[in-house]
């Protein structure tokens, strides 16, 4: 039985969430799985023209994460000791130290080479220490009664998946969904700042991250401490499947468009997700520096992604080839997997980190194209796959 329908079980049984049954006369669609097939580094497009070196900080952030494991102590050791000034200086080392494995996705009997990229960024927002006609929308804390269920302490075979619920009596059923949360009194006390939109708070749960700025000037980053549990659901999928946009209009800004045009229907728009970001403060020491990511490292404009890490091992390198998001020009760099997502899911599939401010959100929020992957992995290390 595979990992997925175990934990199908396991949520269906333990948390009672009302699953249906499996139509017997209908097989189950097959699991994605990966391939990884070493290749020359002549096979990466763009690797001579990528400016390599602008990865070079990245990478020592995943070896001051990583460094201290088996499979990363030595190229960590090296990459510390070297000297990297250029792009070649950087390519030079990584053609010492890696090696390339193209990605490719199976299911079934078929076989895709590339896969789904989009963009996220760190956002600001307004916001205030006390709830007022302005600032009225509340981002909260991680609320106490939040259980999490490490799965792999009774299967291990279920490494790396875990449950949300909270206890009802002596059950353990689902927490709350949105809606949920937002239309009662569940999460007062637990509230750290209100803002002047939901819609950004709602972004700033998608990011994952943030900056708030308060009405004294003082500007705080609010970095993710957790999620409620439930699945996450694209609120652009959902304006086009009820007919309100069509798909080429479903971007960040003609979602954004359309919510202006209709705030009554605001409410409803946003609750069609029923997944929440809870939050934790962070004083906000160097503007400069990006987010700490889910490597636990700030993240690199530019340079970062968020991955599946059942597919790309968190910390390592990835050469990316997909399309720039405003000129339509062939994007193709280094960067490091060193963050997740709720919706990133499987082995072809790519959130590019942007950075701060508005040329950044401007960027994220109309990226959405195919792209290619190759996993670099250190040379004479067994890898992760085999």
Not at 19 to 28: F, I, L, S
Not at 106 to 124: C, D, F, K
Not at 129 to 135: A, L, N
Request: aromatic share 10%; net charge neutral; hydrophobic share 40%.
């Amino acid at each position: 039985m595979s990992r997925r329908w175990i934990a199908w079980a396991l949520v269906c049984g333990v948390l009672i969430v009302g699953c249906r049954p499996v139509d017997r006369e209908r097989a189950p669609e097959p699991v994605p799985t990966a391939e990884y097939r070493r290749v020359s580094w002549s096979q990466l497009p763009g690797w001579e023209n990528d400016a390599a070196h602008e990865a070079w900080p990245a990478l020592l952030e995943t070896c001051r994460a990583r460094g201290s494991r088996a499979e990363w102590q030595a190229v960590c050791a090296a990459a510390n000791a070297a000297t990297v000034v250029t792009a070649s200086d950087a390519r030079g080392f990584f053609e010492r130290h890696f090696d390339p494995y193209a990605v490719t996705r199976v299911v079934g009997r078929t076989r895709e080479t590339s896969g789904l990229v989009t963009g996220y960024y760190e956002p600001l927002l307004f916001g205030s220490r006390t709830p007022s006609e302005r600032f009225s929308t509340p981002l909260y804390a991680r609320p106490p009664d939040l259980l999490t269920i490490d799965l792999a302490s009774v299967y291990p075979q279920l490494k790396g998946m875990r449950l949300r619920g909270r206890l009802q009596g002596n059950r353990v059923v689902p927490y709350h969904s949105r809606a949920e949360l937002y239309g009662s009194s569940e999460l007062k006390g637990y509230e750290i700042v209100w803002v002047d939109s939901p819609f950004d708070a709602f972004l700033l749960q998608v990011q994952g991250s943030g900056r708030v700025q308060l009405p004294d000037g003082e500007t705080i980053r609010l970095q993710y401490a957790d999620q409620n549990g439930h699945p996450y659901r694209s609120v652009g999928r959902y304006l086009v499947e009820i007919g309100e946009l069509t798909v080429e209009e479903a971007t960040l800004p003609g979602i954004r468009r359309w919510l202006a045009a209709n705030p009554h229907r605001v409410e409803e728009v946003l609750n069609s997700n029923p997944s929440v970001v809870f939050f934790r403060e962070e004083k906000l020491e160097d503007p400069m520096q990006g987010p700490k990511g889910a490597l636990g490292v700030p993240l690199t404009p530019g340079r970062s992604i968020a991955v599946d890490p059942e597919f790309v091992p968190l910390g390592a390198p990835v050469f990316l080839a997909t399309t720039h998001p405003l000129t339509g020009q062939p994007l193709e760099r280094l960067v490091l997997a060193q963050d997740t997502g709720g919706a990133i899911r499987g082995p072809l599939r790519a959130d590019f980190f942007w950075g701060f401010g508005l040329e950044a959100a401007e960027q994220a929020g109309v990226m959405r194209h195919q792209g290619r992957m190759w996993v670099l992995w250190p040379k004479g290390v067994a890898t992760p796959w085999d």
